[in-house]
């Protein structure tokens, strides 16, 4: 429910249907802290290496606008929640999954504040209509410090943030519903110089279009600049269609907050196991320390974890965490398969997620299940099918038919021949066929032998695995 | 019968000896012919009777809820009542009707009290007259007594006899004047500054400041949400005892009310005042107080020392700066509470519409006062980035001195301090209006104040008449949450002073020949 009253929180409600007095500012209501709120932004803090701060406050920042009813916003601007902390993310250089390197962007601080609700200003008519459903909604602000220098590299950032709150539970951060929200603050100086005057730039509705944004306003930045012209302490909004960043209807102005202390809220105080008071009972209190115990593996560990126990590499650990469920799917095929993790993430990467990104769809969605997968990659680990033919079986799975591999392979006989007396046969045949061949092979132009290969899978209409057909060419040939 | 203590009249309801509707009805009409008085904003005729009627159901199953069950009480119009408006006495919230009760008037109800009406106020309770609201001024019920009557001099034949009617003091005037003309036994106040206290003492009846935490302010419109208290009036001590323990408790919904349980008390008489260690701050003696009023205050304090009890001057050194400090702190959170009136939720919205922000401008301007848009104004100056810190902060470190100046006084082994209420008796309307709100409260609030500032209980106890032949009263302050201890020693000193009835023609008329007991309206029937 929302920070500081007992109001559901939904996305797209009716209008103006998830309104409590306390949210729609009725005189005489009071604030009274969410319980929940106050342990994700722990867990957030945590999660981000901060210091919880044990005693924090909570203020009053007033503006008038129309979508804020109690004409203040209720924040923590004296002494937040968490302080002090660090996010490690990763980016591949050059655009080559691999080649990974770790960069850090400290955290200032981690807050818990109000949202407002929405305006739609509606133009035609002269009117603003006002919905109080997000009105109130608990907030964590997260400040990062000015260490990052490009949109790459906040994208990246924002992402492994993303990924840190889902493991938690604190957020879905889904960003389409609003559930996360960046602002990015840009600002270019000569290297050796302090950082120049900084914009804000709001209005930011996914990663892309906040590398996108951060991008232009660095460029927009260097030319205003280096033509003689100076930057605004501003804020601007980015365009998505256009892909460019414009100044904004200035919707607060230079404004003096008149930032007071929330006198309906006493501090909030958090305790860790040292400091709980015996007798205090624990429901009544949020314990740090228990908090901490109980955190989730976070994304960097769980890749540790993929690449120790799997063998795979860390690129590999990225992409799968990058993907809801695809970690699951993984692990749930490894279970099933004797085929080794280091071949099967080569299936799981290259193969499934490549027709779920062509299709636009999910792990979840996938007609092709990890069962189905294990199946097929287990046939392909007896050597009961070539690789080229696995792949066929698993275009024709992607059907989704219900169709086992068994079934398919039977269907479209793509099963390896499995007599060697036959395969025998075939290559001598090869081999008595192809005299020029034999004799460039015999002279020392070990290249052709691949020909004499094709010749042979020709034949077989590629049931015959390579390998062993090199093995019994090149034995024949020694002869 | 209506003069009588609640806890009497609830004998008399049990016993049957009168029924809820007949006394809510009693009530209704006497409101009706005390109507120049101006005390009620809102009368709410039939869920009052509504809530009589169920009452007598369940007198008649002898399943009364409480000692409160059938008593009309009266709420001060900033208290948010469910279905019956609540004005604050503002253009703003006229004709705002709420959509839930305060915790404080719930708790009423659900013990069975009859809700009569919501009292005339200053607008949005700031003000010492209760002379600001935009229904009128309030008018205090003893300029219409004998007593004042009989002592004030006409100055000429022509001059209408109606004009030096004197102020209830407040800003919870409506209320104080409503207990003191018996239209109910009890009634809500609020105190910021003094607001309980002060029309409790021009009015001559009981009114009692908590210790702030201990009554929720859940649905009191807030002034200064760090001061503010629903505050208590009453004919006697018993009763605000009574009514406190109805009230006092933590709300999940107030997060500044303290946690610990609250256990309801009843007085007890107390006999013995030996051990008791009675403070007079001598800062106490402002400047402007009546020599009247100086004389009675040391005529109390021997009372005490005469009974036994150790009474010494101590000195709460920083009160003379309570009074600029109250203002940095009081207009700052004012600016802030008031933000919300936006005419866009609820509450007045002005015809012009041009934009956003002249329709704030224009709806404030018209909802407003202008002692509410003065503070406001003001408020925000203090809150202002450049002046936060010299204002705001100073003010702030500056109520801790003034707090811990009581911590100090309390902590030397004085249990209750015993102080004025008001520099002087209730002065006429006419006089009180010649200077401004602003000057006025300043003045007014020196001698109550401070106990908002620290948070303490404190309580005016109606003491004697004065040379006009209106009441006086005297202030005890205690520790905090000891109000137990507070009102005991209040109740002593109650009987000791016993303090006249005020005789008021009307109440008579309409309580011809069940009116028995004229002398003073602190006893109990099965105590004497």
């Excluded at chain 1, 007095?21 to 803090?45: K, Y």
């Excluded at chain 1, 605004?232 to 209807?249: H, I, W, Y």
């Excluded at chain 1, 228990?290 to 992409?319: C, M, N």
Aim: overall charge neutral; charged content about 25%.
């Amino acid at each position: 429910s929302k920070l500081f009253s007992g109001s559901q929180v939904q996305f797209a409600a009716p209008p103006n249907s998830l309104v409590s007095f306390f949210d729609a500012s009725l005189p005489g209501t009071l604030p009274v802290l969410n319980r929940r709120c106050v342990e994700a932004a722990v867990m957030t803090g945590l999660a981000l290496n901060c210091s919880i701060n044990k005693k924090s406050l909570f203020d009053r920042k007033h503006y008038f606008y129309a979508d804020l009813p109690a004409g203040y916003q209720i924040t923590q601007q004296r002494v937040p929640i968490a302080v002090n902390g660090s996010l490690s993310y990763s980016l591949c250089i050059d655009n080559k999954m691999s080649q990974m390197v770790t960069k850090t962007v400290r955290i200032k601080q981690i807050q818990l504040e109000q949202d407002s609700g929405k305006s739609l200003h509606d133009d035609v008519r002269s009117q603003t209509l006002v919905d109080l459903n997000r009105a109130g909604v608990g907030l964590m602000e997260v400040v990062m410090e000015p260490d990052m220098c490009c949109g790459e590299e906040a994208a990246a950032a924002v992402r492994e943030l993303q990924l840190i709150l889902q493991t938690l539970g604190s957020s879905q951060a889904v960003m389409a519903e609003g559930q996360l929200r960046v602002d990015a603050n840009v600002s270019v100086h000569h290297p050796g110089e302090p950082y120049g005057v900084r914009t804000e730039v709001k209005n930011i509705n996914s990663i892309r279009f906040l590398a996108k944004a951060v991008d232009y306003e660095i460029e927009r930045q260097i030319e205003e600049l280096e033509s003689g012209g100076t930057i605004l302490n501003e804020t601007r909004a980015f365009d998505s269609k256009l892909g460019c960043t414009v100044p904004m209807r200035d919707k607060e102005g230079k404004q003096d907050y008149r930032f007071m202390p929330e006198p309906n809220l006493p501090p909030l105080i958090l305790y860790n196991a040292r400091s709980l008071p015996a007798n205090m009972n624990h429901q009544q209190v949020v314990n740090i320390d228990w908090i901490h115990e109980r955190l989730p593996d976070l994304p960097s560990v769980k890749r540790a974890k993929l690449v120790e126990q799997y063998g795979i590499l860390p690129e590999h650990s990225f992409t799968l965490l990058n993907e809801a469920g695809l970690t699951e799917f993984f692990e749930d095929v490894i279970k099933q398969t004797q085929m080794k993790p280091k071949k099967v993430i080569g299936w799981i990467l290259n193969d499934l997620l490549s027709y779920l990104k062509q299709h636009s769809l999910t792990v979840k969605e996938s007609p092709v299940s990890s069962f189905l997968l294990a199946d097929l990659l287990n046939r392909l680990e007896k050597k009961e099918i070539s690789s080229t033919a696995a792949k066929q079986v698993f275009a024709e799975l992607w059907k989704g038919e219900g169709k086992t591999p068994l079934e398919i392979v039977k269907e479209k006989k793509l099963q390896l021949i499995q007599d060697q007396e036959d395969l025998e046969r075939i290559c001598q045949a090869v081999i008595d066929g192809q005299e020029n061949e034999v004799m460039a092979i015999k002279s020392g132009n070990r290249k052709v032998l691949n020909k004499l290969i094709g010749l042979v899978q020709r034949e077989t209409q590629g049931r015959s695995n390579p390998v062993l057909v090199k093995q019994l060419l090149e034995k024949k040939l020694s002869e | 019968l209506l003069g009588r203590a609640s806890l009497l009249v609830s004998a008399a309801l049990k016993e049957g000896r009168v029924a809820p509707t007949e006394l809510c009805q009693r009530c209704l009409s006497l409101i009706k012919s005390t109507k120049f008085l101006n005390a009620y904003i809102t009368v709410a005729e039939e869920t009052a009777l509504k809530q009589a009627e169920e009452s007598e159901k369940r007198y008649k199953r002898g399943q009364p809820l409480g000692v409160l069950d059938g008593i009309p009480i009266a709420v001060k119009d900033n208290f948010n009542t469910a279905g019956i408006e609540t004005t604050c006495a503002s253009n703003m919230l006229k004709g705002y009707i709420s959509p839930y009760n305060a915790t404080v008037v719930q708790k009423l109800l659900d013990q069975g009290a009859v809700l009569l009406g919501k009292t005339n106020l200053d607008e949005f309770a700031m003000g010492s007259g209760s002379t600001d609201g935009v229904f009128g001024p309030v008018r205090n019920p003893w300029s219409y007594s004998r007593q004042y009557k009989e002592k004030s001099v006409p100055k000429s034949h022509s001059e209408d006899k109606d004009s030096n009617w004197v102020i209830t003091g407040g800003s919870s005037g409506g209320s104080a004047a409503a207990v003191s003309s018996f239209t109910c036994f009890a009634a809500l106040g609020s105190d910021t500054g003094g607001s309980t206290r002060n029309p409790a003492a021009h009015c001559g009846v009981v009114g009692l400041k908590p210790t702030y935490g201990l009554i929720s302010r859940h649905g009191l419109i807030p002034l200064v949400n760090s001061m503010d208290v629903p505050g208590i009036l009453t004919r006697c001590v018993d009763d605000a005892a009574v009514v406190l323990g109805s009230l006092a408790g933590h709300d999940p919904k107030d997060s500044t009310t303290i946690q610990d349980n609250f256990k309801p008390f009843e007085l007890s008489d107390l006999t013995d005042v030996s051990k008791l260690s009675i403070g007079i701050p001598k800062e106490y003696h402002a400047p402007g107080l009546s020599s009247e009023i100086l004389a009675l205050w040391s005529k109390a304090a021997d009372l005490f020392k005469n009974a036994g009890a150790k009474v010494i001057e101590v000195s709460l050194p920083h009160t003379r700066y309570s009074i600029v400090c109250y203002h940095v702190l009081c207009t700052a959170e004012v600016a802030s509470n008031m933000a919300r009136f936006d005419g866009l939720e609820y509450g007045h919205r002005s015809d012009m519409n041009k934009s956003t922000e002249s329709m704030y401008a224009a709806t404030r301007r018209e909802g407003f006062n202008d002692v509410v848009r003065g503070r406001i104004l003001s408020g925000n100056y203090f809150l202002l980035k450049q002046n936060y810190e010299n204002y705001f902060i100073k003010a702030q470190k500056v109520r801790r001195l003034i707090a811990n100046d009581f911590v100090k006084v309390f902590g030397s082994g004085v249990d209750i301090l015993l102080t004025p209420t008001t520099l002087s008796d209730a002065i006429p309307y006419m006089e009180f209006i010649k200077e401004d709100n602003r000057t006025r409260s300043a003045q007014d609030d020196i001698l109550t104040q401070a106990a908002n500032m620290a948070g303490l209980p404190a309580i005016n106890v109606p003491t004697a008449l004065s040379e006009r032949g209106l009441p006086v009263g005297l202030q005890f302050i205690g520790r905090s949450f000891q109000e137990k201890q507070l009102l005991t020693v209040a109740k002593w000193f109650e009987k000791q002073v016993k303090f006249p009835m005020i005789q008021l023609d009307e109440v008579k008329r309409h309580d011809h020949g069940v009116f028995q007991h004229q002398k003073s309206a602190s006893f109990l029937e099965h105590r004497t």
